[in-house]
T-cell receptor, first 116, second 114 residues
Framework: AQTVTQSQPEMSVQEAETVTLSCTYD???????LFWYKQPPSRQMILVIRQEAYKQQNATENRFSVNFQKAAKSFSLKISDSQLGDTAMYFCAFIWVGAGSYQLTFGKGTKLSVIP | NAGVMQNPRHLVRRRGQEARLRCSPM?????VYWYRQLPEEGLKFMVY????????ESGMPKERFSAEFPKEGPSILRIQQVVRGDSAAYFC????????????FGDGTRLSIL
């Protein structure tokens, strides 16, 4: 079974600063995808960024980038130039690629507060 | 550009009543997933459906819960004889294919049991 661990229940960052959210996962699979989802107070689930395990290059999406360390099973999210609208819960999620693969496994989330 | 549509956004039921949650996937998506989020928790998988088929319901309680995705119309998550512990946010997601494609989520239905 796959597990996803987010060890930081809460974090805060000053506006315009950079913050990194941690995520580790455990799997015996070699081919999988990793995601970061954002859940603002409105409670929508918004896809932030996706990483394919077979790609060595770290994914980036504007101010969001990941540090994917496959050997260490680590997948951290870096938010640069933090904005007030980044205040949200952030969930790391995993899905493996294979027959019968369809359920995302989520971590418990990190609550990020951006301070003006 | 219609995303995943869930309704109602909020649903209040008394213990013992039935709750019906609806989900219309994104256009072109034929794979639907239901997740439940308890307070202060991440989302937990419940069931995966394709048109007219339940593919995996391993995350769904065996009693009182059922799901369907008919040929025509939205997917329905049905909870019979609701209890206080059913209070949660229920999210529907859809994807274009099964493997690897991002699952796009609706805004969720917040179910409150009085």
């Amino acid at each position: 079974a796959q597990t996803v661990t987010q060890s930081q229940p809460e974090m805060s960052v000053q506006e315009a600063e950079t913050v990194t959210l941690s995520c580790t996962y455990d799997t015996s699979e070699s081919n999988y995808y990793l995601f970061w989802y954002k859940q603002p107070p409105s409670r929508q689930m918004i896809l932030v960024i996706r990483q394919e395990a077979y790609k060595q290059q770290n994914a980036t999406e504007n101010r969001f980038s990941v540090n994917f360390q496959k050997a260490a099973k680590s997948f951290s999210l870096k938010i640069s130039d933090s904005q007030l609208g980044d205040t949200a819960m952030y969930f790391c999620a995993f899905i493996w690629v294979g027959a019968g693969s369809y359920q995302l496994t989520f971590g418990k989330g990190t609550k990020l507060s951006v301070i003006p | 550009n219609a995303g995943v549509m869930q309704n109602p956004r909020h649903l209040v039921r008394r213990r013992g009543q039935e709750a019906r949650l609806r989900c219309s996937p994104m256009k072109g998506h034929s794979h639907v997933y239901w997740y439940r989020q308890l307070p202060e928790e991440g989302l937990k998988f419940m069931v995966y459906l394709q048109k007219e088929n339940i593919i995996d319901e391993s995350g769904m309680p065996k009693e009182r819960f059922s799901a369907e995705f008919p040929k025509e119309g939205p997917s329905i998550l049905r909870i019979q004889q609701v209890v206080r512990g059913d209070s949660a946010a229920y999210f529907c997601a859809s994807s274009a294919t099964q493997v690897g494609q991002p699952q796009h989520f609706g805004d969720g239905t917040r179910l409150s049991i009085l």
